[in-house]
């Protein structure tokens, strides 16, 4: 099953807050949402479960993004012990939320760079124990990044999640980042090797890059998606594949419009969400 939706609650709702914005998507034709926690985690643990039982009666499947400030690899103690608690934080309210996964940007690499995985993973295990005996199962989602300080790409986070071994640590593949890294994308190549850790389910994000004329790259700065990385190749893919996805358009400055033209392109490709 196909689930499309905005970062964010929707510009385009009528009434204010998430659940305007909840209601927004459901009379037109969508069905998810990522709650953005990026800047704090804003919503009252209440609240939250509130919103859970809102978008469980409305269908739509929520996902979190948590903090920017993470860095489970940092060299400070302070940031690392911080970076755990957003995290766990951010957990309690996407369990509140009934939501299935969380966006994470788990880390900037060490001097040592090739050491960055392991340490991280010492640290994901205290989260994972602390999880576990909360009897919290969400996904803790180890985002794929485009910065060249950031942990990690592709084939890294892959290689991360199998080393994990632990099916609560998944793939969360923001398409525009791997778009950016290279300056193209080949979504067959995505998919194909994505397909040792059997997901069930795919967490993504997709929006437009900017391209700096002066460098003639792809910047990780977010757009709308007109340009690059092109969608409807991908959209072809996911048919062909029969891809259970969530896709969050994470697009700037609206990425609600750019949720309905994402649903477009599929009805159009004889596909309608559900």
Aim: hydrophobic letters at 40%; one cysteine or more; aromatic letters at 8%.
């Amino acid at each position: 099953m196909i689930f499309i939706g905005p970062a964010g609650n929707a510009s385009l709702a009528k009434e204010p807050g998430t659940e305007g914005s909840l209601k927004w998507l459901k009379e037109n034709g969508l069905n998810a949402q990522e709650i953005e926690f990026v800047r704090n985690i804003y919503l009252k643990p209440e609240r939250a479960e509130a919103i859970g039982k809102l978008a469980n009666q409305l269908g739509i499947r929520l996902s979190v993004h948590a903090p920017y400030f993470i860095n489970l690899a940092s060299e400070k103690k302070s940031v690392v012990e911080a970076s755990k608690r957003m995290i766990l934080d951010t957990a309690d309210r996407a369990k509140r939320l009934n939501a299935d996964a969380i966006a994470i940007h788990i880390a900037y690499y060490t001097k040592q760079k090739e050491k960055t995985a392991e340490i991280v993973k010492h640290e994901l295990l205290e989260i994972l124990e602390k999880l576990k005996k909360e009897k919290n199962d969400v996904k803790l989602g180890i985002e794929t990044m485009a910065k060249p300080n950031q942990f990690g790409n592709l084939d890294e986070v892959i290689n991360f999640c199998l080393d994990m071994k632990n099916k609560q640590v998944i793939p969360y593949i923001d398409f525009a980042h791997i778009f950016c890294e290279k300056g193209n994308i080949d979504y067959a190549e995505i998919f194909e090797k994505l397909k040792p850790l059997k997901l069930s389910h795919i967490n993504s994000h997709f929006s437009g890059m900017k391209y700096n004329p002066k460098t003639k790259k792809y910047v990780d700065i977010h757009t709308m998606i007109d340009k690059a990385p092109d969608f409807l190749p991908l959209a072809k893919e996911i048919l062909k594949r029969k891809v259970s996805i969530t896709i969050i358009a994470e697009s700037k400055p609206w990425p609600d419009k750019d949720a309905l033209k994402i649903k477009s392109i599929f009805e159009k490709l004889g596909y309608k969400l559900r």
